[in-house]
């Protein structure tokens, strides 16, 4: 019982990650039926921009750390958020009238682009994040190990999926990006700004990718340039799992992913985890083909 | 043209050619060198390319081989089997008469046949699969020794340590997986519980799943086959989690940047077998090479690999220079039979029949309170 | 048109005699985009004709090559009989697991491939069944070898390959002018109004996907046997990947197109290695580029042609 349960917090926490890089990915797509498969690489970059904020500007020294983290992920999540909001201008706005895999296409030769100008910039070797930035206080509940800070992002993430979920529901903005992801053409006639919309769409996503890259290297301590393939396609995973273009969806498809994960690795095989988490997306999606909590988005009759 | 100037020309013709193939006898010689200059591996294979230089820079400096420059021709593997039967292929177009490399079991396995069809000769330097050399390949060498010894040195220690129930995790590459297997048979021979054999996800970053199961077999040591940046984080997690077992590492966590992923407190107690850092090497030999790459690059080199490439490479030019020739055919002969004892940077080479390196090579290192290697008695 | 199908046929014969021509280097990045242009053929009819959203393709090859091998070294059946038993083991398995996910819409589908892809490749690296030798792979597969000729060289292979290519090509072209071609093309452009005039839909999905999984299972037969050792890491996602872009950029759904495809895709790398370290970096720049300019890809399908009918009197004749 007991392994069960750190088990099951093991994996809750690895989740709350995918979760929060599957909200953007399920943003983007959303509006602009996009795969962007250069998410992973924003994320990556959030990590990495992370970093060098960290150390050149010694915000936690100066700040004291509750401050000085949330400083650093207004600005990590404002960096990356431009990011990507650049990626769409240069990678994606000349092919939306364009056949649709042409898109996926871009975007990936754009994660090819960023993933090797990372390794160009920041060199090839593994980077480390410096060792005592985050108080090392685990919680022992019930004779589990749950370090603190993995609460935190989980709270952090449940944080952000609610201030979108709010965001999309129930303020004006929200509503032109809900209108834009069931019609362009009939929210242009409305008189919705859809360029700006998408826009903002670009800025929000890859900043919670960004975030959540921040949030990995605070965790565990090595970043490199390539760890933004396997964290996408995992996020990718977990979008899909819960209903790509749905916010709560992808909430609950990272969450659950890491814990069938964890549960896979505890009790069937360590070696075989991945194939198992991939075995039961494909049992899911055939017994509920939207993935799920479905789509939120209307079918075309 | 008249008949006259026919005559000319196919005698100024043959004394182009002739006065060419005249020209090749004393033309550089080439020697080859395969790497990952791209790719995960790409500062070792890089590294290797920086030895080597240095050697052949000393080597024009006194007078070249056989009266001959020695010029080094390098090509990128990518780390990749398919990228290296490519660069295998290139290398052998070039004419080079030898080649030093690779780093990776499998990729060096991609270009054997291909080196040994041509008749050139091939001395790795970081492959230490098993059957590279259970496969009668004439022509192939290599101055790293292989896993099996490693897996000894390893279930020794082990053993002299009273470990009785040990946990081993590979991580599912050839080269890991090779010397888990290995180790799991010594083990179990010598009496002790493999309690929990399983393989990680390399490129992951939460082991905490893995820690958690491997915690609950209760081993008295876990042996870690994998590399650096895997050990490093599970060396740091296992720490989070208040677990103390000791962990023991392969010759893949060898590498500085362990302690920093880790951290010096959790890297602390971290042992590992690993043939010996540049930094101990003993003999006079090696210390005048460590000097004169510290004054050529501006810091020694980080591993031991690329020292073994150099070791690959003075042991050919020896080869050249005993046999005065630079035939594969004598080349290799002289390295099976004759070549006894060369004072290596490493330790003293020789090769047995199989084409591999006679002698221990291994030893165990200690990390300390500092994140220092210790060498071990 | 006589002008032009002249200069055709002196570049496709300059390219049969280029092996002895070129050294064994490029003839083996000849090679490698031979087999790379089979399974971009195979993809194609997949993703071109019938409009599947395929991002696991290197499953396919890596159970005809994992057969193959297999096969070979067990039983030591010669490798070109295998050809056949390739595809049907590719085209067996393709069937099995396609048949519950066809149904599925784009994205789902693309995601289910790419599951299933990471699937194969696991069970290949954790031996499955005892039989794939894990990690390690197999080794000491035979050369093919053709009327007790073995072909061993790049240059023999060469023409093994190509061959192989242009039986690729003439059958495919014909399949596209066939009936079962037309279908494909209806449905690709409108599911629904082809389902209404009978077609059905299922069926040729299905049929497609197991024709491609077959193909490219015979192309893993044909690198098995020319690597001799074959490993899960040479079929990795990425492969899926390189396969399904070399089809968009070079024009989704055209023969030529995917031709091109795969001398891009596999000759812009060689090419770009003067850039070193950065050479990965514009092939990226450059993948986005090609799709930004040339969204269709750079030789994409031509609209269908059909002849007139002609008038029953001769005249007005073209």
């Known amino acids: 019982m007991e392994t069960f349960l750190q088990q099951l917090t093991n994996g809750l926490a690895v989740g709350s990650i995918y979760a929060l890089i599957a909200l953007g990915y399920t943003m983007v797509y959303g509006v602009l039926k996009l795969i962007n498969f250069a998410h992973g690489d924003l994320f990556t970059i959030g990590s990495y921009l992370g970093l060098t904020l960290l150390t050149s500007l010694t915000l936690t020294g100066r700040l004291g750390v509750l401050a000085g983290i949330l400083c650093l992920v207004v600005m990590v999540m404002g960096l990356v958020g431009l990011i990507g909001a650049l990626l769409e201008r240069v990678a994606y706005r000349p092919l939306r009238q364009s056949p649709r895999l042409s898109a996926v296409v871009s975007a990936l030769g754009a994660s090819i682009f960023l993933q090797n100008a990372v390794m160009l910039i920041y060199g090839a070797r593994f980077q480390v994040y410096p060792h005592n930035v985050l108080p090392k206080m ?85 970043i490199n340039f390539t760890m933004g393939w396997v964290f996408g396609l995992k ?10 273009g749905n916010i709560p969806g992808a909430m609950v498809g990272g969450i659950l992913l890491g814990v069938i994960e964890a549960m896979g690795a505890a009790y069937l095989s360590i070696a075989w985890k991945d194939a198992i988490a991939f075995c039961v997306l494909i049992v899911i999606l055939i017994v509920r083909p939207t993935g799920l909590l479905g789509e939120r988005v209307a079918e075309k009759v | 043209m008249n008949k006259m100037s026919r005559v000319t020309l196919a005698f100024l013709v043959m004394g182009l050619v002739a006065w060419g193939c005249a020209k090749k006898e004393t033309g550089p010689i080439k020697i080859g060198l395969m790497g990952p200059m791209t790719g995960p591996w790409a500062s070792e294979g890089q590294e290797m390319k920086q030895v080597l230089d240095l050697l052949a820079e000393e080597a024009n400096g006194k007078g070249g081989v056989l009266g001959r420059k020695v010029e080094v021709v390098s090509e990128d593997d990518g780390g990749d089997p398919k990228t290296s039967a490519l660069a295998a292929q290139k290398l052998v177009t070039q004419k080079v008469m030898a080649v030093i490399g690779t780093y990776g079991s499998s990729i060096t396995e991609a270009s054997q046949n291909i080196y040994n069809e041509a008749k050139i000769v091939q001395i ?42 040990v946990a081993i995790l590979h991580d599912n590459t050839t080269y890991a997986k090779g010397l888990a297997d290995e180790t799991k048979g010594l083990l179990e021979k010598g009496g002790a519980e493999i309690v929990f054999f399983d393989a990680l996800t390399p490129g992951e970053k939460d082991y905490t799943a893995i820690l958690t199961k491997m915690k609950a077999a209760n081993p008295d040591a876990v042996f870690f086959t994998g590399y650096y940046p895997e050990g490093g984080l599970l060396l740091k997690q296992k720490k989070e989690m208040n677990w103390t077992v000791p962990f023991i590492g392969g010759d893949a966590t060898n590498n500085p940047d362990l302690v920093k992923i880790a951290g010096p407190e959790a890297a602390d107690g971290f042992a590992f077998v690993s043939p010996p850092l540049p930094k101990d090497l003993p003999s006079p030999e090696a210390k005048a090479f460590l000097d004169a790459f510290t004054k050529k ?35 290799a002969e002289y390295l099976h039979t004759k070549l006894k004892d060369f004072p290596g940077l490493t330790g003293k080479i020789s090769f047995n029949d199989k084409g591999d390196r006679v002698g221990e090579v291994y030893k165990v290192y200690k990390v300390n309170a500092q994140g220092e290697f210790i060498l071990q008695p | 048109m006589q002008r032009t199908s002249l200069i055709f046929i002196a570049l496709v ?48 090859y890596a159970v005809g090559a994992y057969t193959a091998a297999i096969l070979n070294t067990r039983f030591q059946i010669p490798v070109l009989w295998l050809l056949p038993i390739c595809a049907l083991s590719s085209g067996l398995f393709a069937g099995i697991i396609a048949r519950p996910i066809i149904h599925l819409r784009g994205d789902y589908l693309c995601i289910v491939t790419i599951g299933m892809g990471e699937i194969v490749r696991i069970a290949l690296l954790n031996n499955v069944f005892g039989i794939t030798g894990g990690v390690n792979g197999i080794f000491g597969i035979a050369r093919p070898s053709l009327f007790g000729i073995s072909i061993q060289t790049p240059h023999e292979f060469f023409y093994l390959i190509w061959g192989f290519v242009s039986l690729t090509i003439f059958l495919f072209h014909r399949l596209e002018n066939s009936r079962f071609g037309r279908a494909l093309n209806y449905l690709r452009e409108d599911e629904v109004a082809a389902e209404g005039s009978g077609v059905n839909v299922a069926h040729y999905k299905l049929a497609c996907f197991v024709l491609g999984a ?11 046997a020319k690597m001799t050792i074959i490993s899960p890491e040479s079929f990795s996602f990425w492969e899926s990947v390189l396969m399904f872009t070399l089809i968009i950029l070079g024009g989704s759904g055209s023969i030529p197109g995917v031709m091109l495809g795969a001398f891009l895709i596999i000759g812009l790398p060689e090419v770009f290695r003067e850039f070193a370290n950065a050479r990965l970096l514009v092939f990226g720049a450059a993948m986005v580029a090609m799709m930004i300019f040339r969204t269709e890809g750079i030789l994409p399908p031509r609209p269908r042609t059909y002849p007139s009918i002609e008038p029953p009197s001769g005249e007005g004749r073209r």
């Open chain 3, 214 to 224: 077959a193909w490219a299972g015979m192309a893993g037969d044909i690198f098995a």
């Open chain 1, 235 to 244: 996020a990718f995973t977990a979008a899909i799992l819960g209903g790509i």
């Open chain 2, 297 to 331: 690059y501006g810091k020694p080199p980080a591993s031991i690999y690329s020292v073994l490439a150099g070791d690959g490479f003075r042991v050919l030019v020896a080869a050249i220079q005993a046999t005065q020739s630079t035939e594969a055919d004598k080349l």
């Open chain 1, 138 to 222: 685990p919680l022992g509940l019930f004779g589990l190990y749950i370090p603190l800070v993995k609460v935190l992002v989980l709270v952090a993430a449940l944080v952000m999926m609610m201030a979108l979920y709010l965001f999309i529901q129930k303020t004006k903005l929200g509503t032109a990006i809900r209108a834009a992801a069931i019609d362009q053409g009939a929210a242009r006639l409305m008189g919705i700004d859809v360029d700006r919309v998408i826009l903002i769409v670009f800025l929000i996503g890859p900043a919670l990718g960004g975030a959540a890259g921040l949030m990995v290297g605070l965790l565990y301590g090595q």
């Open chain 2, 124 to 165: 790795a330097n970081g492959s230490t699969a098993i059957r590279l050399t259970e496969k009668g390949l004439k022509y192939f060498f290599r101055t790293c020794p292989r896993d099996d010894e490693q897996a000894k040195v390893a279930s020794q220690y082990i053993q002299s340590m009273g470990y009785k129930k």
């Open chain 3, 13 to 60: 014969a300059l390219f049969l005699l280029s092996p002895l021509l070129l050294n064994p280097y490029w003839v083996d990045v000849l090679n490698n985009v031979g087999l790379y242009a089979i399974l971009g053929l195979s993809l194609n009819l997949i993703v071109g004709h019938a409009g599947l959203f395929n991002l696991g393709h290197a499953a396919f």
